[in-house]
């Protein structure tokens, strides 16, 4: 049995929900199935710009979720986040494989 996390009740609701991303760790490693190109037809800067903004509201709700779990204040845990993923972005601690994922049915 898979450990995979609920639907958001607004997704539920939504029947033009797209769901973007699914993240997991398995076989020692970072597994990932993306949904792109959405803005493709307007241009990669768009593309990369949405891509930009989802990954910092993204940021921003796991700092809040810290957060209520007591580990620090959101500020503090934002900036520690932002800093990981500058550094990670530039060096990287493991190779990537792959494309876009399974396809979802």
Known sequence: MMDALGVPPAAVRDTSA????RVWIAERGLHCSLRVGLYAEQGVSRETAA???ILA???GHLADAL???GLGPQADLLDAL???FNSEAVAPSS???????????
Request: aromatic share 4%.
């Open 57 to 59: 509201d993204l940021a």
């Open 51 to 53: 891509w930009g903004i």
């Open 67 to 69: 957060s209520a779990e």
């Open 18 to 21: 797209l769901e973007l991303a």
């Open 82 to 84: 932002v800093e990981s």
């Open 95 to 105: 190779g990537r494989t792959g494309g876009r994922g399974a396809e979802v049915s």
